[in-house]
């Protein structure tokens, strides 16, 4: 049982490049979230997807995509990298549909862009 | 206000110690709380969960939530050097799943 995997683990980018990050669970979970942390900001929720099928931004959106390609996988799309966006990305997968909540974290993916 | 509060420490507590963490929120109808660790460079990582007022213990940790005054804390007895990390409160409002974090207790156990 890997829980989540993300990839890639580092990646640098040139402003206005894109990229996906990937991100899969094998925890049959239903619901998936992307999160950034930032020095002195904490951890900040940018998309999440409650079921298959369904996604919802969450508090920092902007500049991000986002697909829940099945259940299993959920990935972000940086269409034009800014170096605004240079953070630690982290999956995080849950089962959702029982007040519990609880969140179980990739190991997450540090981008630099530059 | 920040909708979960955190004081950012560091915290430092002698090994052997307990380490008392506290954690604040503003959302009156959250539901679930959570307390994750991080160690430096590394992933959360869950902890502890609670979601009814009182005590919950595990191990060295125990989770305490109090809902009328709207805080939750951890205790972490006979605190090591391993235990050193940020630990992050995490709440869940009162609709949806999504979890609000506050920004980390840093926690360093001093041998």
């Known amino acids: 049982n890997a829980g989540v995997t993300q990839t890639p683990k580092f990646q640098v980018l040139k402003t206005g490049q894109s990229m996906t990050l990937q991100c899969a669970q094998d925890?049959?979970?239903?619901?998936m979230y992307w999160y950034r942390q930032d020095p002195g900001m904490g951890l900040r929720l940018i998309y999440y997807s409650a079921s298959e099928g369904t996604t919802d931004k969450g508090e920092v959106p902007n500049g991000y995509n986002v697909s829940r390609l099945n259940k299993r996988e959920f990935s972000l799309r940086l269409e034009s990298a800014a170096p605004s966006q240079t953070s630690v990305y982290f999956c995080a997968s849950s089962e959702g549909q029982t007040i519990t909540y609880e969140q179980y974290f990739g190991p997450g993916t540090r981008l630099t862009v530059t | 206000q920040k909708e979960v509060e955190q004081n950012s420490g560091p915290l430092s507590v002698p090994e052997g110690a307990i380490a008392s963490l506290n954690c604040t929120y503003s959302d009156r109808g959250s539901q679930s709380f959570f307390w994750y660790r991080q160690y430096s460079g590394k992933s959360p990582e869950l902890i502890m969960s609670i979601y009814s007022n009182g005590d919950k213990e595990d191990g060295r940790f125990t989770a305490q939530l109090n809902k009328a005054s709207q805080y939750v804390s951890l205790l972490i007895r006979d605190s090591q050097p391993s235990d050193s990390a940020t630990y992050l409160c995490a709440v869940n409002k009162a609709a949806g799943n999504k979890l609000t974090f506050g920004g980390g207790t840093r926690v360093l156990v001093k041998p």
């Open positions: 925890m049959n979970h239903n619901s």
